[in-house]
């Protein structure tokens, strides 16, 4: 039969042959080109499938694909043995699409408590919060500080009440290294930034937090090269230039040498109670809350015990960055935790377990 057919093509006409090669040949084309574009449709539709995915999921479904930071508390009657409290006080997403949030910094503004607090995404910024009980809050637009690219990571430590207003210190990244901001407001809401604390010493310093000590303020932070990493003291009498500078003694532990957010209340037996989160070297895993106690403010003994530890339900794997309400009886601590079940987590603890 098909030579039947191949006798016929050859029997028709030159002109014939041609236009029918020619037809061939453009049907080709066309389905070569059909072809190329439906592979370029379905590639483009599956590249662009996980971002709308991860849209849909970020905006209804919430499944946890990635770790996250959340700000949760405890509760206290004696401010050694903390119970948690049920919830999480501020989640990611919200007003200014964080991908995080943590160190929280409370304090009370008139009939309201105010949280400053870590916001946005890795490029970030303090963000602020209103609460009537403390337990549940709502995000603010105001209260909101950033400094742009060349800060792009911004976090808060401490809010301090001074004549006609407020100081908000914060820590800043810049060029390769971390340094103490404060900035200034009359209203808790809009921040002006008035530049760097000096005299704290060379190498990273970060998390400042300030109280004051009789006629001058005292800060408490951490400083770190690439050789060692503590806690330091120092005093002011305007709050940005400051001397005196000692490393605090007594608090740490074996095993746990990374020290960071230092918290410093006043008890009622005159003593300080310094509250810190502490984690290996090797892994931010297992981060958790510890305190000591000091009759100087330099010079620590720690307490028996660790105030928090990681292994609630949104802080299985750390719990950082207290910051403390001291009250007769009724104490609270705001902080950050980390991280809740999600589907990466095999990679994450892989990641950050050092």
Known sequence: MWQEHLRFGNTLPRRDRKFIGCLCLAGGAICAVVGLWSSVEWICGCGLLPVI?????????????????RILSAHSVDGLKWTREPGIRLDVGGLFDSVQVYSPVVAKMNSQWRMYYRAGSNNSSIASA??????????????????GEDKYRIEPSCILAVYGGWHLYHSVYEKDKWAIWRARS???????????????????VKDGFVLRDGEQSRIYFRRWD?????????????????????????????????????????????????????????????????????????????????????????????????????????WRMYYGGFWEKHWLLPWTLYKYRG
Not at 306 to 312: K, V, Y
């Open 226 to 330: 690439e050789a060692d990493m503590a806690l330091f003291t120092a005093v002011s009498a305007d709050g940005l230039d400051w001397h005196g500078l000692s490393r605090c003694s007594g608090y740490g532990v074996a095993g746990f040498a990374t020290v960071a957010f230092p918290r410093v209340v006043r008890c009622a037996d005159k003593t300080w109670r310094m509250y810190f989160s502490e984690s290996r070297i090797e892994s931010c895993i297992g981060t958790r809350v510890a305190s000591a106690i000091s009759t100087d403010g330099v010079r620590w003994q720690r307490e028996e015990g660790i105030r928090l530890t990681p292994g609630g339900r949104y802080d299985p794997h750390g719990a950082f960055c207290p910051d403390v309400i001291a009250g007769q009886g009724n």
């Open 53 to 69: 995915a991860y849209w849909i999921n970020d905006q209804c479904w919430k499944i946890p694909f990635f770790p996250y930071d």
């Open 130 to 147: 209103v609460s009537d009980d403390g337990v549940n809050w709502s995000e603010d637009a105001g209260g909101h500080l950033s400094y």
């Open 186 to 204: 009359a209203d808790g809401l809009v921040l002006i930034p008035e530049g760097e604390c000096r005299g704290l010493g060379g190498g990273n």
